[in-house]
């Protein structure tokens, strides 16, 4: 009786296995297929490197205007905001 269940169960495992290795080789198929040179992931990369350099533009333009109202606003009150 326990070669039969041994049996079973390495019958179950093989075929478990064999699942295994399809949805492995199904994935690499898909991922292939969807984007076949990296592509797709590449062009995200430039985009959000470019998103991030325009944020730093806006950041630094920020800061410009800041420092240059503070300045005004000094000048105005003649408190000093930064303290």
């Known amino acids: 009786m326990s070669d039969k ?5 390495f019958r179950r495992l093989a075929a478990l296995e064999r699942r295994v290795n ?3 080789y199904s994935m690499h198929e898909f ?3 969807i984007d076949p040179q990296g592509w797709i992931g590449e ?3 430039k985009q959000e490197e470019y998103l991030d350099g325009k ?9 410009s205007i800041d420092a240059k109202l503070n ?11 930064s303290e």
């Open 5 to 9: 269940l041994d049996g079973e169960l």
């Open 22 to 24: 399809k949805l492995e």
């Open 31 to 33: 991922d292939t297929v």
């Open 43 to 45: 062009a995200f990369e």
């Open 55 to 63: 944020f730093a533009e806006i950041d630094r333009r920020f800061d």
């Open 71 to 81: 300045a005004i606003l000094e000048r105005l009150t003649g408190v000093n905001n």
